[in-house]
């Protein structure tokens, strides 16, 4: 006989059995019959479906001859599933071991990975393969790998500000890596798939696939060996006169092409991340300065072309001291009367003031905006500053005296390197280009930029006379003589600015600058070095002009330049020597 107290609990037990069933089976029917079938559907497929955006690499940049300067590397992204590994009591010993391959402080790594709740920490990103492949070999418990790219620098600070640099999510954020950004990143992939429970794709699912496609290698202008030569050179200036800071600009004259531009202080953008806002600033195209004394060569041109003086007429330097609207304006040395050659040569204040009162107000401001000032060169570089030039309806009553000698003015040594170029380009100023062309993964080109004339300021035979005239300044008794080079004859100027301050100006902060071309004859190259702050010395003739000197006789070699010689040209002698013609008047 059956005890009551058993059949009691088979009939739980089987009614138990029996509303669990009919739970299952009415959920059952209520899927498949239910009014909400789809939406569930709906969002099992969701929750199961993939799309996946394939990154591609960066594109190239390389220098005019082919060499790399930036490109993308495989590396590894380590990450670290926290739960995992406190779980498996492995933490200690995680850490140990990562701290010591990686180079990390072991507590502050075993403070980031005792997180028992976490299941995703990065260890460190951007490992290169041969150290992660040497940490996955030790499988440590909880230590996954992740396939990346990285940017590189091969050069490492060579042509930083001009390069720039990508960051951690691949985008420009500097320098050709900024402005050609579209370019460089290329575009994406798609994917479309399904997942299983596990999150792992179902090849057999997969329903879509976009490959991505890799940016474009950028071609600059710029030549490495000459950059280094540069770079050499501004860095032994910076030694030698401890200024705050130094730039340079090599431009071929007669396309606008840019060879070189150096900027001092640098970085190394493999570590970008450690350096600061002030050391990135590409000085050559976004520090604005007063020119000071190298502005007398556009502005004497302009005079020249226009027609209102020429080279061997005389002015009266005051003996070094003139007073006009009440005001007085000095030389730093006292001249009497001076050709307008001579101006030039001795770089005499007062007479450039007098030279552009000669032009008036308009038509020295005309001249000077179509020289390329007061507005940017569209240098495919980001920063690039317009510089300060206002228009002359605003003028005091001595602006034209003072923008004479280089004062009331500012403008960025790109700006004064395409002027001064255009001397020796007879008369045409061309838009400095620092790309050279723009090669897709399939290797067309699909951006080439031609040389490009945006004005002609001046006629042929002015840009002809301003060529001797300015080489005449690198001659014995001129201002340049330290920019001599042997085997070459060199035309140029000098230029000392005192730095404004408020009230006036510095007594003791100055930028010297040179900036000039060779050879003279025909011209091949074009050159600026500005110098801030230099100590103790502090003039443009002998802190930059060594430096043009030096750059210049390194650059015309490696380019393979001919010497040439001056040409005889009867219209210039030597003013200092020469009987006064008493028909030239004096102003």
């Known amino acids: 006989m059956i005890d009551l107290g058993h059949r009691w609990r088979i009939w739980v037990i089987a009614s138990i059995a029996i509303t669990a069933l009919s739970g299952l089976g009415v959920r059952l029917a209520f899927l498949h019959f239910g009014s909400s079938h789809d939406a569930l559907r709906t969002r099992i497929l969701k929750s199961r479906h993939s799309e996946e955006e394939i990154l591609v690499g960066r594109g190239r940049i390389l220098d005019r001859n082919g060499n790399i300067l930036a490109l993308d590397l495989p590396v590894k992204d380590i990450f670290a599933d926290p739960k995992v590994i406190i779980d498996k009591g492995h933490l200690q010993f995680v850490v140990s071991h990562l701290a010591r391959l990686l180079n990390l402080n072991g507590k502050i790594l075993f403070d980031r990975l005792n997180r028992p709740g976490k299941r995703f920490v990065y260890v460190k990103r951007f490992v290169k393969n041969d150290l992660a492949d040497e940490i996955a070999r030790l ?47 290329g575009r994406s992939g798609l994917r479309v798939s399904e997942r299983d429970g596990r999150r792992r794709e179902l090849y ?60 001092r202080p640098c970085y190394d953008l493999n570590g970008f991340r450690n350096t600061s806002a002030e050391v990135r600033r590409n000085r050559s195209i976004s520090y604005v300065y007063e020119p000071g004394s190298t502005f007398k060569a556009i502005v004497i041109a302009s005079a020249l072309n226009e027609g209102v003086a020429r080279s061997d007429q005389l002015i009266d330097c005051e003996h070094g001291r003139w007073i006009y609207q009440r005001r007085p304006l000095r030389d730093f040395h006292p001249y009497g009367s001076l050709s307008v050659a001579d101006v030039l040569k001795k770089s005499s204040n007062i007479g450039a003031a007098k030279i552009a009162l000669s032009l008036g107000k308009r038509r020295l401001e005309n001249y000077i905006r179509a020289f390329g000032f007061g507005k940017p060169n569209r240098l495919n570089l980001p920063g690039e500053e317009a510089g300060i030039f206002h228009r002359y309806s605003s003028w005091s009553a001595i602006s034209s005296t003072r923008i004479a000698m280089g004062h009331e003015i500012a403008v960025t040594a790109l700006q004064m390197l395409n002027a001064v170029c255009a001397i020796a380009n007879d008369g045409f100023l061309m838009r400095p280009i620092v790309i050279e062309k723009v090669v897709d993964v399939h290797g067309r080109t699909v951006f080439d930029p031609d040389p490009e004339v945006i004005a002609r300021p001046i006629r042929r035979d002015t840009a002809k006379e301003m060529r001797y005239l300015m080489h005449r300044i690198t001659e014995r008794g001129g201002t340049g003589t330290r920019a001599c080079i042997d085997g070459y004859d060199v035309a140029g100027k000098t230029g000392t600015a005192q730095k404004p301050v408020p009230g006036g100006y510095s007594d003791t902060a100055n930028i010297a600058s040179f900036v000039g071309f060779a050879p003279v004859e025909n011209p091949e190259i074009g050159i600026i070095v500005v110098v801030d702050e230099p100590q103790p010395l502090h003039t443009g003739g002998r802190v930059s002009a060594p430096v043009f000197k030096e750059i210049a006789e390194e650059v015309l070699r490696y380019l393979d ?27």
């Open 204 to 263: 057999s699912r997969r329903t879509l696939e976009i490959k991505g496609q890799t940016g474009s290698d950028i071609y600059l202008t710029l030549d490495q060996n000459i950059q280094f030569m540069v770079e050499e050179a501004l860095d032994r200036a910076m030694e030698t006169h401890q200024p705050k800071g130094a730039w340079a600009i090599v431009q071929r004259v007669r396309t606008g092409e840019i060879l070189a531009m150096v900027s």
């Open 561 to 587: 330049v001919p010497p040439g010689e001056v040409k005889p040209y009867l219209q210039f002698v030597n003013y200092e020597n020469r009987n006064t013609d008493q028909k030239n008047r004096a102003y």
């Open 139 to 185: 499988q440590l418990t909880g230590i996954h790998f992740e396939d990346h790219t990285a940017r590189h620098y091969p050069q490492g600070a060579l042509m930083c500000h001009a390069i720039g640099f990508s960051n951690w999510e691949g985008v420009g954020s500097a320098g050709i890596e900024q402005k050609m950004n579209r370019y460089l990143k």
